[in-house]
């Protein structure tokens, strides 16, 4: 069905899942899709993309050694990291196995040529079931970000499309299509509009959820491949855990079982560090 921007997306969203795929580096943490060009993967809420000052593991590092084990490969392994997921966010990364996969993916991310659709749980309702929200965003030295109007001076342009998917105990489901990627944009344009996501506490929400995760999950990407040029939509199942009751009574006991654990401390015991 079409929303507010026009994008697409299933009204049934645990009805839209993900292929059988091959497992990362657990059992129950997906491959979303894997050529010789282009890598996704599942990210858990609570691990880093890319490494940082604290040194904690990350998902790049994890990519590479995957595919050095996978394929046996001698030395250095290139994976290129075209877009980032914030921390305590969980869903779909994509990555490129190749170099030439990844300027054109880079130039896809730069020319908004590709679609992005995430889920998020927000506290209260929207005022309208479906609107696009055009903002301006100043970036704190904390590191968040501040909303301003759209034009405010020392601002960056940030858009994005809503539309709710549900309503249930004081929280709505929206799936968000972003037409910027700034940082936080999600985040803090949804709060901006008294809907802050759920756990987002630096965002003004109620209570923060355990381990810090936050209700943002990066569900579904549309993009032409960058080598074969044919379209491509790769999805992310939504976690087990994530705060929504998803009611679906057809869903069998395996179908639970595919679905991927939320957070990066149910897998760090069980998964092989770099």
């Given at each position: 069905m079409d929303g507010a921007g026009g994008f697409?997306?299933?009204?049934?969203?645990?009805?839209?899942?993900?292929?059988?795929?091959?497992?990362?580096?657990?059992?129950?943490?997906?491959?979303?899709?894997?050529?010789?060009?282009?890598l996704a993967v599942y990210k858990p809420a609570g691990l880093l993309v890319q490494g940082d000052p604290t040194g904690d593991p990350c998902l790049l590092d994890l990519a590479k050694m995957w595919i050095k084990e996978r394929y046996q490969k001698p030395g250095n392994v290139f994976v290129g990291l075209?877009?980032?997921?914030?921390?305590p966010v969980s869903g779909l990364v994509l990555f490129a196995r190749t170099s030439k996969a990844a300027a054109r993916l880079s130039a896809l991310f730069r020319e908004k040529h590709l679609e992005k659709i995430y889920l998020a749980v927000v506290e209260g309702c929207p005022e309208k079931?479906?609107?696009?929200?055009?903002?301006?965003?100043?970036?704190?030295?904390?590191?968040?970000?501040?909303?301003?109007?759209e034009g405010a001076p020392g601002t960056q342009r940030a858009v994005l499309h809503y539309r709710t998917l549900?309503?249930?105990?004081?929280?709505?489901?929206l799936a968000v299509r972003l037409e910027t990627g700034r940082k936080h944009q999600i985040r803090a344009q949804l709060a901006h509009v008294g809907c802050p996501i759920v756990g987002d506490?630096?965002?003004?929400?109620?209570?923060?959820?355990?381990?810090?995760?936050?209700?943002?999950?990066?569900?579904?990407?549309?993009?032409?491949?960058?080598?074969?040029?044919?379209?491509?939509?790769?999805?992310?199942?939504?976690?087990?855990?994530?705060?929504w009751p998803f009611q679906n009574p057809d869903e069998t006991p395996l179908h639970h079982a595919s679905r991927p654990l939320w957070h990066w401390r149910d897998y760090r015991h069980h998964v092989p560090l770099p």
């Open positions: 697409s997306i299933p009204f049934d969203v645990m009805g839209k899942l993900a292929p059988e795929t091959v497992s990362f580096v657990h059992d129950r943490w997906p491959v979303l899709y894997l050529d010789n060009h282009l075209v877009h980032r997921l914030d921390r079931e479906s609107d696009t929200l055009i903002h301006g965003l100043i970036r704190r030295e904390t590191g968040g970000v501040v909303v301003q109007h549900g309503v249930s105990g004081g929280r709505s489901l506490v630096r965002y003004g929400a109620s209570a923060a959820l355990e381990h810090r995760a936050v209700a943002l999950h990066a569900w579904l990407m549309r993009l032409q491949h960058p080598t074969r040029k044919d379209p491509l939509e790769i999805i992310c199942p939504i976690p087990v855990s994530w705060p």
